[in-house]
């Protein structure tokens, strides 16, 4: 099952959280946002009950409850710490952890601008574990039972903004910058521990290829350690961070630039799809939540 939110083009019903058929040409709705966020393990184990609508009727955005926290762990796979801000140095006891808006998120298919001050956005290909039930000083092993699906996930940056100051949510919160794919349920994709292949392509060159069993923090482990100083709530994020192979640590670096396509491809949750343009075409905004 491949679960998306969806704006009816004709209608006024606001976001609702729809399944994907196959085809991918039609989607059932199966609640609408707040509904499906209030009990989401219990939409999933039902069929879905509402209307079958053409993809053509419906605007694709994240199915992200617009209160949402969205959780980011920094350095997270060890090759990459050593190409970026660790390199030749002991990793710290604990995840970096950042923060995204919800604003910032959009979806497959969608166009990403450069913002006027950045030569290129980097790419940051990521799986994205979705929050499905309350977690308040949650053990490791409460919170990765809560987590109630995982997406495909690219985590764009705008490096220059990022690197102005040791904080980093600038360089995070570009408009658009935070594509993310449909939810796979949890039960279908296993454990990221055992390894799913997380795979970034530019233009159709691979310029990422790792597994998930390389990152250093779980998600068990980073959201107990978020449950015992915030209670996390349905609809929460958390990125799992991105390998190495990010741009800016190439030499020379490269930036993704007006034009380019970019992939990030995740074992058993699909191809994220995306096409960079000009800073020009920023005036659309964020995808609408």
């Known amino acids: 099952m491949r679960i998306i939110g969806v704006k009816r083009l004709h209608d006024s019903c606001g976001v609702e959280v729809a399944a994907l058929i196959e085809d ?42 617009p209160d949402a926290r969205v959780f980011c762990i920094g350095l997270n796979y060890s090759e990459h710490a050593a ?3 660790f390199r030749d140095q002991e990793l710290p006891p604990y995840p970096t952890l950042f923060a995204r808006w919800t604003q910032s998120l959009t979806v497959d298919g969608a166009e ?25 000083d ?15 996930f690219n985590d764009l940056t705008a490096r220059k903004a990022q690197k102005l100051t040791s904080q980093w949510s600038l360089g ?8 993310i794919g449909p939810l796979v349920p949890a039960a279908e994709v296993g454990d990221l521990k055992d390894g799913l292949r997380l795979r970034t392509r530019v233009n159709g060159e691979t310029v990422q290829d790792a597994s998930t069993d390389q990152m250093i923090y779980g998600v068990g482990e980073t959201l107990s350690l978020i449950s015992h100083t915030l209670s996390l709530r ?13 741009g800016y640590a190439r030499r020379p670096p490269q930036l993704l630039q007006p034009g380019d396509t970019v992939e990030v491809e995740v074992e058993g949750l699909g191809v994220l799809r995306n ?10 905004g964020p995808a609408p939540l």
Do not use: M
């Open 234 to 246: 349905p609809g929460d994020l958390l990125a799992t961070g991105t390998p190495s192979g990010v």
């Open 24 to 65: 991918q040409k039609q989607v059932t709705v199966i609640a609408s946002l707040p509904d499906f966020w209030a009990d989401p393990a219990g939409h999933l184990a039902r069929p879905p009950a509402g209307p079958t609508l053409a993809l053509s009727a419906v605007e694709p955005v994240p199915p992200v409850l």
């Open 275 to 284: 096409i960079v343009v000009s800073n020009h075409c920023r005036s659309a």
């Open 83 to 85: 190409e970026g801000s």
């Open 138 to 152: 949650a053990s490791p092993e409460e919170a990765v039972r809560a987590v109630i699906g995982y997406s495909t």
């Open 172 to 179: 995070k919160n570009g408009d658009r910058s935070g594509p």
């Open 112 to 136: 990403v601008p450069v913002p006027s001050n950045e030569e290129g956005l980097d790419w940051e290909g990521e799986v994205a574990a979705w929050v499905g039930s309350p977690l308040v």
